[in-house]
Nanobody, 115 residues
Framework: QVQLVESGGGLVQAGGSLRLSCVAS????????MAWFRQAPGKQRELVGR???????NHADSVKGRFTISRDNAKSTVFLQMTSLKPEDTAVYYC?????????WGQGTQVTVSS
């Protein structure tokens, strides 16, 4: 079955960096667009960015220039490199794939940015 497992979250000071990973299994990773979302307390889940099968990316305006999505098809892993973190980046971060007409989410990884 499809599985997405995120890791790499934690507590970091404002201005710091973190690298999130999402290891995928149960589907043809290289053939699927992947996306990162986040959900802050009391807010709706929002798109952080996505990466196509060709490696093309787009990122939300709120993270442009600070966050970078990449992928390693050999390892079935998608990454989210986060720099210049701000307290407002505090959220649970999820990776997502749409395959076989269904949406799959990982369990999420908590990122907390202290001021």
């Amino acid at each position: 079955q499809v599985q997405l497992v995120e890791s790499g979250g934690g507590l970091v000071q404002a201005g710091g960096s973190l690298r999130l990973s999402c290891v995928a299994s149960g589907f043809s990773f290289a053939s699927h667009e992947m996306a990162w979302f986040r959900q802050a307390p009391g807010k709706q889940r929002e798109l952080v960015g996505r990466i196509t099968t060709f490696g093309d990316t787009n990122h939300a305006d709120s993270v442009k220039g600070r966050f970078t999505i990449s992928r390693d098809n050999a390892k079935s892993t998608v990454f989210l490199q986060m720099t210049s973190l701000k307290p407002e980046d505090t959220a649970v971060y999820y990776c997502r794939v749409i395959t076989r007409a269904r949406v799959y989410w990982g369990q999420g990884t908590q990122v907390t940015v202290s001021s």
